[in-house]
C-alpha cells in the first residue's frame, strides 16, 4: 500500500462512514462494532428448501478474524441484538427493550476467509482463555431498559451447540452460565465478515443489480491523500437507510472518487477503479478500490453493502454525468475479486454533508 498506507501512517484519516471495526481494551479481543448494512435480513446465502424455522426479531453481526490469537484456531465474533431498537447517541445506549448477546467461538482455520463458517459440533466454555478449538468465550448478556438504563451480564461458563441445516441454517443452542441459567437460541443464516487481512474481501456469492435506491449524499474532502486530486465519497442507499450513521437494512454503495482539485461538484466523467493499494498516484477521474483500515478508520474507497454481505470492489467503471441543480446520474458498472458485479443507474440530488 502505497500512498494510502503513508497516509494511515502520518495519521488517523477521515472515512465517510461512523463505523469500524476495533479491539476491545480491557482484553484485547477483537470487538464487533456495527457494519455498513447491518440490518434484519430475510436471506443472506443459503439455499432454499425445507429446513428449521429461522428466528424473529433479531439482527445479527457476525466476523471471522482467522487465527486472531495465534493458535492455529479460526476466531469468530458475533453480535445478536434485538431487532428495532433505536441507539442514544447522547447517552450511548440503545433504547429497549431488547438484549445484545455477544460471544467469541474458537473453530476451525477457514480455508477461504471471505467465505467463512462455524464448525458444527458442542463447543465448550474457554474459562482458561487458551483459544483451543471447540471453545468458545469473551461472551456477556447485555440487557436494555426503555430508558437505554444496560445491564451487563458476564458469562462465566456454559456450553454452545452448533449445528447447520441441509437448508444452510445455522442453529445455536446455547446454556449460559450469568449467575443464573441464560439459555441462548437462534436460528438462520449468518454470513461472516472477512477481516483477517486476507482473501479479497467479498462474500458476494452472484452478480447484483443495484435497484430501488432512493437516496444518496457526497462529502468533499479536499486535498486528501495526494496534491494530484481531491477526494470525494459519495454514498447511494435505498430507503431503509441512514446517511448519517451509514448503517441499515436497504443495500448500499459507497464510492470513493479521486476528483479535479479544488471542485466543489462531482465533474462529469467516467472514473475508473484502481488499487488502492498499488497505484503510484491517485490520478482524476479514478475511483479507488475497496480497502478495509479498522485501525485506522474502517472502510476506504468503494464498497458494496446489503443486510449482511459486504464487497470491497476491485474493478469496473463509474460514470458521473451532471445534469445541474445538484443533480447526477451515476451509471454504475463495478465488480469484486471473484468477478460478481454489481450494476445499476442512479439518479438523484445528492446531500451535501459537511
Known amino acids: 500500500m502505497k500512498i494510502l498506507r503513508s497516509f494511515f501512517a502520518a495519521a488517523c484519516a477521515v472515512a465517510f462512514c461512523g463505523t469500524m471495526a476495533s479491539c476491545s481494551e480491557d482484553n484485547d479481543t477483537p470487538e464487533i462494532i456495527e457494519t455498513p448494512g447491518n440490518g434484519e435480513g430475510d436471506d443472506n446465502g443459503g439455499e432454499d428448501g425445507d429446513g428449521p424455522v429461522a428466528t424473529e426479531g433479531v439482527e445479527v453481526t457476525a466476523v471471522y478474524y482467522g487465527d486472531y490469537n495465534k493458535n492455529n484456531t479460526g476466531n469468530f465474533g458475533i453480535n445478536f441484538l434485538t431487532a428495532g431498537m433505536e441507539w442514544d447517541d447522547f447517552e450511548e445506549t440503545y433504547l429497549g427493550p431488547g438484549s445484545l ?31 483451543a478449538a471447540m471453545t468458545f468465550g469473551s461472551a456477556s448478556v447485555k440487557e436494555y431498559a426503555a430508558d437505554g438504563t444496560e445491564t451487563v451480564h458476564i458469562v462465566t461458563g456454559g456450553t454452545l451447540k452448533v449445528e447447520k441445516a441441509d437448508n444452510g441454517m445455522f442453529v445455536l443452542t446455547g446454556k449460559f452460565n450469568i449467575g443464573t441459567d441464560y439459555d441462548f437460541n437462534y436460528t438462520g443464516y449468518i454470513r461472516f465478515l472477512n477481516r483477517t487481512g486476507e482473501g479479497f474481501m467479498s462474500n458476494l456469492t452472484g452478480n447484483v443489480e443495484v435497484k430501488d435506491m432512493t437516496q444518496s449524499a457526497v462529502i468533499y474532502w479536499g486535498e486528501t491523500f495526494t496534491e494530484t486530486s481531491d477526494y470525494c465519497s459519495v454514498i447511494i442507499a435505498g430507503k431503509d437507510y441512514d446517511l448519517v450513521q451509514n448503517i441499515g437494512a436497504s443495500p448500499a454503495l459507497n464510492l470513493g472518487l479521486n476528483i479535479t482539485p479544488g471542485s466543489t461538484s462531482i465533474p462529469s466523467g467516467t472514473y475508473t477503479v484502481i488499487d488502492a493499494n498499488e497505484a503510484d498516484d491517485y490520478e482524476t477521474f479514478t475511483a479507488l478500490s475497496g480497502v478495509f483500515e479498522g485501525t485506522y478508520g474502517g472502510y476506504f474507497g468503494t464498497w458494496y453493502f446489503d443486510a449482511q454481505s459486504e464487497a470491497a470492489m476491485l474493478k469496473g467503471k463509474i460514470t458521473v454525468t451532471d445534469e445541474g441543480a445538484g443533480k447526477y446520474t451515476f451509471d454504475i458498472s463495478l465488480a469484486d475479486g471473484y468477478g460478481h458485479t454489481v450494476t445499476g443507474i442512479y439518479k438523484g440530488v445528492p446531500h451535501v454533508m459537511e
Do not use: I, M, W
Open 101 to 131: 448477546v455477544y460471544f467469541e467461538v474458537n473453530s476451525k482455520l477457514c480455508e477461504n476467509p471471505d467465505f467463512a463458517a462455524l464448525e458444527p459440533g458442542d463447543y465448550t466454555f474457554d474459562s482458561d482463555e487458551t483459544y
